[in-house]
């Protein structure tokens, strides 16, 4: 198997063109709806380059993502950004980078909407107060939300959307891995009886990320969803799935590095971490990894190789018995994964190898003592070293 090559040294964060492309491609056969890649899920330079003529455009989260998004997107992409994050030192060049921008509140709408270019397209980011996350720190609609005006505070505000000037649009985005575009549908039903309105006065809306597309079983509510507020209200509609195009092009390959018992258990330490994934940690989820079986005879507890007594994936069944040197392979790992992983410990970052559409593994980039230092404030002439490793540069 591809993924288990020698030529591939761990541990790696493999990416597969072919699963990008397919994936878009499916995405883009939804009608009257245009659709933007948010770079926060994975914003390596190759894969936007990728994307680019597949989408409509970018959705970004800060003035260094809007600077990569700009730096990549073609002519007619757009760059749509959305962050409670703005700042008084970065807006003017936000506003040069970006064509859409929902403000996360009326403050910050107050703050800034005088400060951009006259093209750029002025939205709200709305908090529909219609929650469909159970795990409140992924839950955008989650009691006292950071995240976009709630509705009811918008409507004490405005009863007539003409009172916000230069507002032509409203964003949302309000779930997670969710295969149910029903949830969608409710919640722009629910947009519709609190601001009937304010819908007829504007000309765009942003639906968010959030739904794994190629797994529901309801696509066609999508469709009525879009086709609703295509009738009612003419506007023009994005969608910005990050897991949905990349979660499942991602791995990460890692070896086995160390093998011993614990407590009656068999812990097998990998080259990897939960600080590569940190996601795993956070939100402690056992990943899915290829050739595991669940009625296998062979069990081991996976461990990462950092000092953290809690760097543990799961215990995990085999057929065969594990031995140093196997490769452990995670699955969909490509979203929320490199844009979060970090050198606890100094343990290097996995390198990035693409599978591309020519069938060619092609190594990307392979992290560095350098790329560790640089981020230590030393002075890199201050640290005399001699080449020890192939790490080293
Ligand atoms: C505003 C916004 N849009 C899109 C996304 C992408 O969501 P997902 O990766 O679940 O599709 C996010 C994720 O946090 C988001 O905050």
Avoid at 12 to 33: G, M, P, S, T
Wanted: charged residues 25%.
């Amino acid at each position: 198997m591809l993924l288990a090559s020698d030529l591939i040294s761990t541990p790696a964060f493999v990416y597969i063109e072919k699963i990008i492309q397919k994936k878009l491609h499916n995405i883009r056969k939804i009608q009257d709806c245009n659709i933007l890649y948010p770079l926060k899920t994975c914003a390596l330079a190759d894969v936007l380059r990728l994307m680019a003529p597949l989408n409509n455009g970018f959705s970004v989260s800060s003035l260094f993502e809007a600077m990569l998004a700009k730096d990549i997107a073609k002519k007619n992409n757009v760059i749509h950004i959305t962050t409670p994050g703005l700042r008084p030192d970065e807006i003017e060049n936000i506003s040069e980078l970006c064509d859409y921008i929902s403000f996360n509140s009326i403050s910050q709408w107050k703050l800034y909407h005088s400060k951009l270019k006259s093209e750029i397209k002025q939205g709200l980011r709305i908090n529909p107060q219609l929650s469909f996350v159970k795990d409140d720190r992924y839950n955008p609609c989650r009691k006292q939300s950071k995240l976009g005006i709630p509705l009811t505070e918008l409507l004490h505000e405005l009863n007539d959307i003409s009172s916000i000037k230069n507002i032509s649009g409203f964003l949302f985005h309000t779930n997670c891995e969710s295969t149910d575009f029903n949830d969608l549908l409710e919640t722009v039903k629910h947009i519709e009886a609190y601001l009937p309105s304010a819908l007829k006065k504007i000309s765009w809306i942003n639906l968010g990320g959030g739904y794994l597309f190629d797994e529901s079983e309801n696509a066609e509510v999508l469709t009525e969803t879009i086709s609703l507020l295509k009738s009612r209200y003419e506007l023009d509609i994005f969608i910005e799935p990050g897991n949905g195009t990349i979660r499942d092009a991602g791995y990460i390959v890692s070896s086995v590095i160390d093998l011993f018992k614990s407590d009656n258990r068999v812990i097998a330490v990998l080259d990897t971490t939960v600080n590569h994934m940190p996601e795993v940690f956070m939100y402690q989820y056992k990943p899915d990894i290829v050739g595991e079986s669940c009625n296998g005879k062979y069990k081991y507890i996976l461990a990462g190789a950092s000092c953290l007594a809690g760097d543990i994936f799961g215990e995990y069944k085999f057929n065969q018995p594990l031995k140093i040197g196997n490769r452990i392979i995670f699955k969909s790992m490509g979203a929320y994964t490199l844009v979060k992983a970090n050198m606890f410990n100094g343990i290097n970052l996995p390198s990035i190898y693409a599978y591309t559409l020519e069938r060619e593994l092609v190594l990307k980039r392979r992290f560095t003592y350098d790329d560790f230092i640089s981020r230590c404030v030393v002075k890199k002439n201050v640290v005399k070293r001699k080449k020890v490793c192939n790490s080293c540069s």
